[in-house]
């Protein structure tokens, strides 16, 4: 059964560095991409990245490039996403899903989702 | 860089068909696949239309999905609505580098 397990829930203050996780099971997760998407408080699905681990081909939107940083570890089977320094507008829920394709094809499986919060 | 524009809301009674737009701002809709995606309250996304008009194994035949190139749209279209359809609905297509997402539909079936 593929699985995408994401990290749990974080509170950060404004300026705090934060990494989360998803963890991937079920699937060969070196002949996939991981995808990000951000759902801010009571709106729609925003892409922000993906990053195939088999090689660590990295693309981010262009309104995120250079906001966040997306990472992988294919040895444990984890993509990450990360700030380096957190406002209050990343207050958000945070998926991670699974693309065969970078842009060409569907999401088919989402982790549960991660909700950051920061706030002072 | 492209938009798809949603209805905001829909509403329908069960039993009833209803039909969710998609309209691509520029470019062509039939150039790219059109991916739909319904997220019920507190849970993740999941498929229930990719590739323009293909299901995935478990979502009923209820839902469809078409293309119309002289409106520059996609459309999903849910038949014999059923309390459980209750939920959003986003399509999402994309350009040369970027997912795009629409602003998402909500369907209430009341």
């Known amino acids: 059964e593929v699985q995408l397990v994401q990290s749990g829930a974080e509170v950060k203050k404004p300026g705090e560095s934060l990494k989360i996780s998803c963890k991937g099971s079920?699937?060969?997760?070196?002949?996939?991409?991981i995808g990000w998407v951000r759902q801010m408080p009571g709106k729609g699905l925003e892409w922000m990245g993906s990053?195939?681990?088999?090689?660590?081909?990295?693309r981010y939107s262009p309104s995120f490039q250079g906001q966040v940083t997306i990472s992988a570890d294919k040895s444990i089977t984890t993509a990450y996403l990360q700030w380096s320094s957190l406002k209050a507008s990343d207050t958000a829920m945070y998926y991670c899903?699974?693309?065969?394709?970078?842009?060409?094809?569907?999401?088919?499986?989402w982790g549960q989702g991660t909700l950051v919060t920061v706030s002072s | 860089n492209f938009m798809l524009t949603q209805p905001h809301s829909v509403s329908e009674s069960p039993g009833k068909t209803v039909t969710i737009s998609c309209t691509r701002s520029?470019?062509?809709?039939?150039?790219?696949?059109v991916q739909w995606y319904q997220q019920r309250p507190g849970s993740s996304p999941t498929t229930v239309i990719y590739d323009d008009n293909q299901r995935p194994s478990g979502v009923p035949d209820r839902f469809s999905g078409s293309i119309d190139s002289s409106s520059n749209s996609a459309s999903l279209t849910i038949s014999g609505l059923k309390t459980e359809d209750e939920a959003d609905y986003y399509c999402?297509?994309?350009?040369?580098?970027?997912?795009?997402f629409g602003g998402g539909t909500k369907l209430t079936v009341l």
């Open positions: 990053i195939y681990p088999g090689d660590s081909d990295t």
């Open positions: 079920g699937h060969s997760f070196t002949s996939y991409w």
């Open positions: 999402q297509s994309y350009d040369s580098n970027n997912r795009v």
């Open positions: 520029s470019g062509s809709i039939a150039s790219t696949y």
């Open positions: 899903a699974r693309s065969l394709g970078q842009l060409l094809s569907n999401f088919d499986y």
